[in-house]
């Protein structure tokens, strides 16, 4: 119940916007109200966090202290809003709008039923969550999972929100879903601010509530949906600058969504610089120099502000602001090349080229292959790549590496037809079209090609959403129009209804496990056998102190639910030494069992803790329990 004060904060703070904003319409007003909300629950988490005070109760109360002060906002000054009132639709767009609605409404489901259960969620995601809350701060804590500390932190930051307040992660996935739900609206302001009928609007939410990882990830703990959404804002805000004489409230919501952005993911630099690019361009234009000074450190104090928690933490840490030296280093490209830039747009565009049919895959990959062979590399290149091996691949709903094949030949489509109406479309839709297609070359001319890249490119498939639906709105057909979006409907069925780690409706050679609707929440084929043999023999005996000494690469969050967190009297902490957070160890921690799957072979105790049970690789030290004692 707790959780509902932070709904409530909100709906207040929408409701302000709408009494002094009541001109932008109402589904901008939800942009600015998410972004603005999402603002203080970042400055919540740090001033809370800065006194060891991230409690259930210390969190409800500020976010009823944030209700306060909008109820305040809006009745001082505040315009008397009209009423809503929904405007009269075909049938066609009520058909479009019930088709989001069920997609929204599945994912929602999934969301729900479904634990978070993502590798990444479950080695540093939600485990980073598990640590703030047990230690009610963000500082930095000792770990082997060094990601843990250093990765960028805006989307964990309100997963810990509903954590704390939700006493569990059952609302955990809802932060992607929320964010899911906000990229759909926010593309349709986006194409009506480009021009876009109401219809188009509308067939641009069902272009964007039908990108496969888009649909993954709103029932994850993943944060590019997160990115996606703040990006979006960013567009619209960009967008609004012209329109609105480059007010100052303009560029103070821009600058929230981008310095949200920031703090959820470094790709976003990416997806910001062509709009931060054009946003300037359009202030230097429209107001002095002194004026555009002004607003240009208003646009740096706000993302410096929402940032500086986070970047210094990692300065003191690593001695770098942007987390772990090594780990960026690995992902970023050492030097420019055109070479490199070459290999890398083909090899990122291919991540998303595959089809059901094996022959043209296979054509595909020849030519790629072919191509690398000119530009005298390999597809392996490790100056190139991150992660992994590249090839062709057919669609798959693994989260991990999902593609959005449909939507990116649609894309492709749209760009050529663009060209052919480059005359007939207005200036500031090629300039967003030209941006967005900026944000994609710019991200492959800085981050190296991984086996994961598919989930970095859902901002680039939500900002080009706007201008495809506007290039085809052109269409005047409604049966061509219903015909398009029932396809991109269908084409997403595989991902609304068998993700693989979370299906709702297990569709063969899709899905790993059973319904979410009929499997216990923490009882899927994920939840490995040595952990829960680990985890059941540490709650028979009573334990509640447990060390952890596992690899980088472990599911470490499986224990913390498995032990049932987040529990007062449990607590967990890393047995770790060499890492740059081992400063960071709590000196009386003294366990009563530690698990461990990073061990020498040869250690047959831990911190006097005899060895209890060896399991498919993960080791249990503890002492047996006395024979009826707890």
Same mark, same amino acid.
């Given at each position: ?25 109402? /589904?901008?007003?939800?942009? /600015? ?54 405007? /009269? ?23 729900? =039923? ?23 701060? @963000? ?17 964990? $930051? ?35 601010? #480009?021009?876009?009928?109401? &219809? ?74 062509? +709009? ?11 107001? &002095? ?14 993302? #410096? ?16 602001? $942007? ?23 083909? !090899? ?17 990959? !020849? ?14 290149? %490790?100056?190139?790549?991150? @992660?992994?091996?590249? =090839? ?40 967003? $079209? ?11 001319? @800085? +981050? ?11 901002? =680039? +498939?939500?900002?080009?959403?706007? =201008?495809?639906?506007?290039? #085809? ?28 780690? &979370? ?16 499997? %216990? !929440? ?71 069992? @530690? ?36």
């Amino acid at each position: 119940m707790l959780a509902l004060t932070a709904v409530l904060a909100y709906v207040c703070l929408f409701a302000a916007h709408r009494a002094h904003q009541h001109d932008i319409g109402v /589904r901008r007003l939800l942009l /600015r109200a998410s972004v603005a909300w999402a603002a203080c629950a970042v400055l919540i988490i740090e001033a809370l966090g800065s006194i060891h005070a991230i409690t259930p109760i210390s969190l409800s109360l500020a976010w009823l202290s944030v209700s306060a002060a909008s109820i305040h906002w809006s009745t001082r000054g505040g315009h008397k809003s009209a009423r809503l009132r929904m405007p /009269r639709l075909e049938i066609l767009d009520v058909t479009l709008i019930a088709l989001v609605a069920l997609i929204v409404g599945l994912s929602g489901l999934v969301a729900w =039923f479904g634990p978070p259960s993502t590798a990444d969620s479950l080695n540093y995601h939600m485990a980073r969550v598990a640590h703030w809350a047990q230690n009610r701060s @963000v500082a930095p804590f000792a770990t082997g999972i060094e990601w843990q500390n250093g990765s960028s932190p805006g989307a964990e $930051f309100i997963v810990l929100h509903a954590y704390v307040l939700g006493r569990g992660d059952q609302l955990a996935n809802l932060v992607d879903w929320l964010a899911f739900l906000g990229c759909i609206v926010g593309v349709s302001v986006v194409a009506g601010q #480009l021009g876009a009928s109401r &219809r188009a609007q509308i067939l641009a939410a069902v272009i964007a509530a039908t990108i496969p990882m888009a649909i993954t990830q709103a029932s994850s703990t993943m944060n590019d949906i997160v990115v996606a959404l703040w990006t979006i804002c960013v567009a619209a805000e960009t967008l609004g600058l012209a329109r609105e004489k480059t007010s100052v409230r303009n560029v103070i919501y821009l600058s929230l969504a981008a310095g949200m952005a920031l703090l959820t993911k470094a790709t976003a630099v990416a997806y910001l610089l062509p +709009f931060a690019l054009w946003a300037a361009v359009v202030i230097v234009r429209s107001v &002095r120099l002194r004026g555009a000074a002004l607003r240009a450190g208003l646009c740096v104090t706000i993302v #410096l502000v929402l940032n500086l928690g986070y970047l210094t933490r990692n300065w003191v840490l690593y001695r770098y602001p $942007f987390g772990v030296p090594q780990v960026a280093s690995s992902l970023l490209f050492p030097y420019p090349s055109w070479r490199f830039l070459a290999s890398s747009l083909l !090899r990122h565009a291919g991540l998303h080229a595959g089809t059901p049919w094996p022959v043209i895959n296979d054509v595909l990959g !020849r030519g790629i292959i072919k191509a690398h062979l000119l530009l005298g590399l390999s597809t392996s290149d %490790p100056r190139t790549t991150s @992660v992994g091996e590249w =090839f062709i691949r057919r669609p798959t709903t693994a989260e991990n590496i999902a593609g959005n094949p449909v939507h990116a030949y649609l894309y492709v489509g749209i760009a050529l037809a663009a060209v052919l109406l480059w005359r007939r479309v207005s200036t500031t839709a090629r300039v967003y $079209f030209l941006a967005t297609g900026a944000t994609f070359l710019i991200f492959c001319a @800085v +981050f190296k090609w991984q086996v994961f890249s598919s989930r970095y490119h859902v901002p =680039f +498939f939500v900002l080009y959403v706007p =201008f495809a639906a506007l290039v #085809l709105g052109r269409i005047r057909s409604a049966a061509a129009l219903a015909g398009i979006a029932l396809g991109l409907v269908l084409s997403a069925t595989p991902w609304i209804l068998s993700i693989q780690e &979370r299906p709702l409706v297990p569709l063969e050679g899709m899905a790993q496990t059973q319904s979410v609707l009929k499997e %216990p !929440r923490w009882d899927s084929p994920i939840v490995g056998d040595p952990y829960t043999e680990s985890a059941t023999m540490i709650l028979e005996g009573g334990c509640s102190q447990v060390g952890l000494t596992l690899g980088g690469a472990s599911p470490e969050y499986l224990l913390w639910m498995l032990l049932g967190a987040p529990d007062d009297d449990l607590h967990l902490e890393w047995i770790v030494a060499g890492t740059p957070s081992a400063r960071y160890r709590e000196p009386g921690f003294l366990p009563c069992a @530690v698990v461990c799957d990073a061990c020498p072979e040869e250690w047959l105790s831990v911190r006097g803790l005899p060895l209890a049970l060896r399991s498919g690789g993960v080791r249990l030290f503890m002492q047996a329990p006395a024979t009826g004692a707890p």
